[in-house]
């Protein structure tokens, strides 16, 4: 028998999660204090009906730091090496929050709400905690909170139909990562094309606890036709389509260069950013990276582990049996002083071919 | 079928889950992004062989958040509303931190290791983000980390027996709340009296990863006879002893004083505290308190919200049934609006007893 989770206040029911139970929730995890669904009918089968159809994902656990008053657009960028001075207003950008040594703190969707009013979309840390540090170290005009608002994901490639079907066709128009304010049921709500899978889809930033089921209702009355099922970020799609988790795949110990985020810094900008300095010297120190590996099989090691030889380790921070590709996915972090000289590994005695991260579609079918 | 919950590295193992996993665990919660077990035989079953033996708890999740340098105790000190300038080495004390408005953030044990090196032993929330938030925004010259140290937990009437046969008698003479350097295989590790639960006992702060496992198996070896058994914080225990939960009996909405916890304040003491001033002018503004309610069954409304009439509420933070007073068990946050003029209220159709936090023998017996 597999253990169960135990309720209680501190780990924080959401507005759907009566929803969740209805619905036979099967597994649950834990994800800024609060239950986060992660089975429903099984892994295999939820990614499936993902891949096809549309389904609707409570996500209340990503909740939102709120930064409000005059320094509010300068905390949030004192938190990330992005450049967020060219934000527009409803406009959410990928930011990893770093600290001065430029480990990974979170890695949240920055949303400038308005001109003194933002929201980090946060991953499983208390980023609350950093930024209210900061805010009463330095001594900055901001209010640090955390509102209620519960983000709702629709997600697959029916999710367009969907959520047109309850907010109007012009959510049609929303670029990736941006949103827009749309009502509901008489509530402006932040709709924004995002979410944690590679499908499309929306997250709706429902901020009146009233209108969470009925929101939730509207969804599933208008979907029928589509197949709208319930639903939850899913381990195997969000591999395949190379999506990290925060606690998982990095965390503080892990710069955004060796877990593929360089990207997102923007190195040359002339902004107030706390971990710049650190990340600029490091763009050019770094001794190890984030990659795919592929094996045809699944290791048969219970390890995270992987010797490599010469002292040399690397670490499976995620992995998971695809059933679409027939291949074992691990993200796994390794140094340069193996991957420079090597494209395979072994481990639990499997080879596994080492690959860039996102997976290419060749890498994937190979 | 109850959910049950899934593994992953962002939800940290411990280096005794496999210990729990052959035990039989049945469930668990997350503390600190890590497991921690809620109950083996039963709720119940655990309850009894804690107030009659002695058990072996994994509290690994009970992190130790490290302050090391120049200027470890100033940070120590602007953290919590405690005096903590006259606390000696090795010393720990139970120190409520809180933010500037007086909310609390978490209610850690301050262990004063060494003149430039404190552990603060955490309860759930990300601690260490806050520490190194203020460190940043100060500009301290302090290390704040999360160093690789798990306490081990060994608690019930038998505890000092079996931790001096592991230990050496001179763990019997450790106060409460203090802790000495003590030899195992050859590590000296901190070996304190504390722990949470009323019925006294040891947590030994595990700083080799090595010696986790052995130390667990010589526990086990010495207290056959004792009828040691695998344990874990009991609900019931702890609620009838009125010991409080972080998360569940209070957060950073409350303060210290509405918590029943003035008494760990020290308003009047000249030190450096973020807190101290709003606590002080706080002292006098208290309009609610965290109360104990005693149901003679067990209230049949789902609801944590207790309507007390006059647009007056409750909220229950933590409830159990308890098997050897035959009561129901609540914490509840109630307006003095209401208990100055009130000494029961009712709820899903029982009367309940409103009385002071810890429940006195007299309330539990009547």
């Given at each position: ?337 193996y991957t420079h000289r090597h494209s395979t590994l072994e481990h639990g005695g499997v080879q ?15």
């Amino acid at each position: 028998m597999r253990p169960t989770i135990i309720p209680s206040r501190r780990v924080r029911r959401t507005h759907w999660t009566e929803q969740n139970t209805a619905a036979g929730v099967k597994t649950y995890t834990v994800y800024n204090h609060m239950l986060l669904p992660a089975e429903f009918e099984s892994i295999e089968a939820d990614y499936w009906h993902l891949c096809e159809h549309v389904q609707v994902w409570d996500v209340a656990c990503e909740r939102q730091v709120q930064l409000k008053g005059r320094d509010a657009a300068r905390l949030a960028q004192l938190m990330t090496p992005r450049d967020l001075s060219t934000a527009k207003p409803l406009q959410g950008k990928y930011a990893p929050t770093c600290n001065a040594q430029g480990g990974i703190l979170n890695d949240p969707i920055a949303i400038k709400v308005e001109e003194d009013l933002w929201w980090f979309s946060i991953a499983d840390s208390d980023i609350k905690l950093w930024a209210a540090g900061l805010a009463q170290g330095y001594g900055l005009d901001v209010d640090v909170s955390e509102p209620d608002i519960s983000p709702l994901a629709v997600q697959g490639p029916k999710a367009d139909e969907l959520v047109a079907r309850v907010f109007g066709s012009e959510v049609c128009d929303i670029r990736f990562f941006w949103g827009k304010m749309l009502p509901f049921q008489g509530s402006d709500m932040y709709v924004a094309r995002s979410g944690w899978s590679k499908q499309g889809g929306f997250e709706i930033y429902v901020n009146d606890a009233k209108l969470a089921v009925p929101l939730w209702e509207a969804l599933f009355a208008a979907g029928k036709d589509l197949n709208v099922r319930i639903g939850c970020p899913n381990q195997i799609e969000r591999m395949e389509g190379g999506l990290l988790s925060y606690g998982s795949d990095m965390d503080d110990q892990d710069t955004p260069f060796e877990c593929g985020l360089g990207s997102y810094l923007d190195l040359n900008a002339d902004v107030e950013s706390l971990s710049l300095p650190a990340l600029r010297a490091h763009a050019t120190q770094q001794t190890r990276q984030l990659q795919g590996v592929l094996f045809a099989s699944s290791p048969t090691s219970d390890s995270t582990w992987i010797e490599l030889g010469d002292g040399l380790q690397g670490e499976i921070r995620s992995q998971v049996w695809s059933p679409r590709y027939q291949k074992h996915l691990a993200f796994v972090m390794l140094p340069f002083a193996y991957t420079h000289r090597h494209s395979t590994l072994e481990h639990g005695g499997v080879q596994g071919q080492i690959t860039p991260l996102p997976f290419s579609q060749e890498a994937l079918q190979a």
